[in-house]
């Protein structure tokens, strides 16, 4: 399912466990803040990840602070602190700014850790060698099963850049994810294929995959940059599981651009 909402100042909650998490497992919300407003995190039972979208802010938690500045997400690299429960955090705004949240139950203690550029992972995929460039994308990945065994969930970003595809070709897999969307212009947006349904994805809009092949494309002259969040099952993690729709698994092949160029040899 799809759905988008108007924002305000404060926490906008798009999903709250045990309420309305649509299967996900997750709490999933916007904090928005303006300069000097402050706002508190502490859950007795959730891990929590506070990944900055856009403004300049002090972190503060345990013993230590963090001031991170993020003018938006496609020209400038993510910081994201990462908690375990009982941990109280503190964010104050320096200027305007909006933190993409993500919360799960784990009753597991671990080092608590703020993300900044040069720890996050960065994947180049889709180069012009795969289908003419038709699925360029930077894929960046906070932590996952591999980096962060201890969390029950996975967190990353993907820079969708304006007129192609991810997370394609189309796939599935058991663990519930949710897309949080951002687009670099305020009338951007895109289409996104999931749960068997087709949807017009726009900006501060999230979709949630807890079943079928999923698959995302940004409209021509509009990138896009969504969150990507995964819930572990339990006893069953999500370790990079990628089952592809059978019908186009072939799009893998190393000769599947040879259509492509005969095609446009014929226009």
């Known amino acids: ?146 980096s962060a065994p201890w969390s029950n969930m996975v967190l990353g970003e993907v820079l969708n850049f304006p007129g192609k595809w991810s997370s394609y070709p189309p796939h599935h897999h058991p663990q519930p994810e949710v897309y949080f969307y951002r687009f670099d212009y305020p009338d951007g947006f895109g289409a996104g294929f999931g749960n068997g349904n087709i949807y017009k994805t726009r900006h501060n809009g999230i979709s949630i995959i807890n079943h079928g092949f999923h698959s995302q494309t940004a409209a021509p002259g509009y990138a896009m940059c969504y969150m990507w969040g995964i819930r572990h099952l339990p006893g069953d993690p999500w370790r990079k599981t990628r089952i592809d729709d059978p019908e186009h698994a072939w799009l893998w092949e190393p000769d599947a651009n040879e259509h492509i160029f005969h095609m446009e040899g014929e226009q």
């Not at 305000?8 to 919300?29: F, K």
């Not at 300069?35 to 995190?41: H, L, N, Q, T």
């Not at 929590?48 to 503060?60: M, N, P």
């Not at 602070?65 to 602190?81: G, I, K, N, V, W």
Request: glycine share 8%; proline share 3%; hydrophobic share 35%.
């Open 1 to 146: 399912m799809y759905f988008d909402k108007e924002v305000g100042r404060g926490y906008n909650a798009y999903l709250t466990m045990g309420e309305n998490d649509h299967e996900t497992g997750m709490d999933v919300g916007l904090l928005v803040m303006e300069p000097g407003d402050e706002y508190a995190f502490d859950e007795p039972d959730k891990e929590i990840a506070l990944d900055l979208l856009q403004g300049k802010a002090e972190f503060a938690w345990d013993d230590q602070s963090c001031e991170a500045e993020r003018p938006d997400t496609f020209h400038y690299d993510a910081y994201c602190l990462h908690v375990c429960r009982g941990t109280k955090v503190t964010v104050r705004a320096i200027t305007h700014t909006e933190i993409y949240v993500q919360m799960t139950d784990n009753d597991r203690v671990f080092d608590n850790r703020m993300y900044r550029p040069e720890d996050v992972m960065v994947q180049h995929a889709g180069n012009k060698g795969e289908l003419m460039g038709c699925m360029r994308r930077e894929i960046k990945t906070f932590f996952d099963y591999e």
